[in-house]
C-alpha cells in the first residue's frame, strides 16, 4: 500500500454509462470527480443495443444526442414499441411519447469518455475500489491500480458499479427483489448463408419454417428473438446474427461458462428445431433479476445506475442515465459548499419513486408475457385496454419515464399558490424561442447544466422579481417563436425539469418564484 494519501471531492467507481454520464455533469458543475473502473479499456462485449426513453431528449439538452445520432441506426420518436408480448401502437396520438436511440452501449460510452476528455475529466482504468469505510467528514476507499495497492480519502463517493455493485454491499445497503428461473442466452453467431432470406434478411430453417427477424416470438418452450447484426451495425457481415432465447429454468447452473452448445441446445427446446451457427464472436447467459436498493444514500456514499436498480426488460440504461442527470448537479453543488439545505437528500426522494415506476412497468411485462391462464387474462385484458389512446400513451410514458412528476415542494418551501402549473416537476419543453440577443432553444440553454429562467411576460416581471439571483441563474426574457408562451415564468433546474412556473396570464407573474429559487439554487452572494 502506498503511503501517500490521495484526497479528492467525489470518487464514482464504475466507468459504464452511469458513472461516465455523472462524471460529465459533475465536470459541467465545476467538480472534476476520481473516476475507478477495473476494466482496462471499454468491454467489447455486447450489452445494450439502445437507450429507450426521456433521457434520449435529455441527452440533446447536453449537446450529446448529435455525436451519437451520427452513430446510431435510428433516433427519435418511434411509432410503437413493445410490451412483453404485446405492442404498442403510438400512431394514433398526437406524438409518440417514446423516444429511441439505437446504438450500441459500447458506442454510448465511447462517446460519453470522449465529452468526459473535453471537460478535462479521465477514467483510472485498472483501478478496482476493493473496500471502504466512512468516517463523519470522508469516505476513506482501497484501491487496487496497476502501479499497487493505495487509499483515497474522498468527501462523497458514487457507486455506479453495476448490478453486484461492491460499493453497495459495503456501503451495507439492501438490494430486496426478486429473482426469477427466467434464464436468457444470447449470442453473436454466424449462420449459414444459404439460410438467409435476399432482401429481409430472415432465415429459412428446416423443421421451423420462416423465422420472423427483430421481434420476440413465442413458443411452447419459451421465447426467441433473432436478427442480423447489420441492423445495428452496418459494417457487420451479412451472416453474424444475434440470437437469444428465453426459457423458464429454475435450476440451470449460472456460473458455468457459456458455449455455443449451450445456446444450440436452448434453440432447439425454444424452437424446436435446429438452428446451425458457427463462430461465436460472443456468448452470454443471464438470469433474471428485478431489485432495487432500499436506499440511494448512506451517509456519504451514493448509488446510481444498475447498481441502484436492475429493472430487467425495459429501459435500465433509460433509468441509469436519468440518475446520473438528477444527482450530478445536486453533488457538485454540495461538494462546493453552496448546495440549498436538503438539495442531495432530494436525489433519493426523487430517483428511488423513479426507479420504483421503472421496475413496475417492468414486472408487468414479464406478469403479461407468462405461459399460465392467469398471464393470458391478463394479456388479453391489458391488450384491449390499449387500444384506448390514453392508455397506450400512459404505458408509453411509464416505459420512458415520462410518468413520473418529481415533487418541487421542499421542506419550509410555501406548496405552489393556486393549482399547480401543469410543467412543474416535469421535464421542460424545448421551445424555440425568441431572446433580446437572437434566438435559441430550451435543449440549448440547458447545455451548460445551469438554472435558468425564462420570463415569458411583457415587461420582464419574472425576471426582475429575480434579479438578486443573476449569475447562479441565467436570467432570460423571452418569447416563444412559434405558438403562445405556456407559462409567465418558468425555473428549469440544471437537469432540465422545471422547478416552478405560473401563468398564463397570473395576477402576480412571481408568485411563489422566492422561494423555488431558495429551494433549488445556489444563494447570490450578498
Ligand atoms: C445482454 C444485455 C443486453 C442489454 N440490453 C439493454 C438495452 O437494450 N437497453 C437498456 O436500457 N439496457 C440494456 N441492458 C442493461 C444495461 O446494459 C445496463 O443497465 C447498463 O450497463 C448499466 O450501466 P451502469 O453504468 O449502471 O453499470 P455497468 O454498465 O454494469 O457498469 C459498471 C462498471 O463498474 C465497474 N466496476 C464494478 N466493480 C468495480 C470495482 N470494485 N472497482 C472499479 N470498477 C468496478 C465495472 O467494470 C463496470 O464497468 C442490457 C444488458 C445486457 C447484459
Known sequence: MSEELQTADVVIVGAGPTG???????CLGGVTPVVLERLPEISEIPKGNGIFGLVVPLLDYRGLLEPLRAEATYTGPVPSFFFGPLTLDFSRLAASPLHVLAAPQRTVERK??????ELGGTVRRRHELTSLSQQDDSVTVDVSGPGGDYRLRTRYLVGCDGAHSPVRKLAGIDFPGVTSGTVARIGRVRVPADLIVPGTGELDVPGAGRLRIMQPVRTAGGSYSIGPQA????????DVYIVSTQEEQPNADLTAPMTLDELADSVRRVLGADLPMSDPIWLTRLGSNSRQADRYQEGRVLLAGDAAHVVGVGGSLNAGLLDAVNLGWKLAAQARGTAPDGLLGSYHAERHAAGQRALLQSRAQRAISADDEYARAARQLVGELLAYPDAVRH???TIAGSDVRYDMTRPGQEASPGELHDLVGRVAPDLQLRTPGGRTKVAELMRAARPVLLDFT????AAKAAADWRGPVTLLVVKPLTGTAP?????IRPDGYVAWATGPGAADPAAGLADALRAWCQAPTA
Not at 411583457?458 to 416581471?461: E, K, L, R, T, V
Open 231 to 238: 441492423s445495428l451495425d452496418k459494417a457487420a457481415p451479412r
Open 20 to 26: 461516465l454520464m455523472l462524471a460529465i455533469e459533475l
Open 458 to 461: 411583457q415587461d420582464g416581471s
Open 112 to 117: 460519453l469518455t470522449e465529452r468526459l476528455t
Open 395 to 397: 404505458v408509453g410514458e
Open 487 to 491: 407559462a409567465d415564468g418558468m425555473l
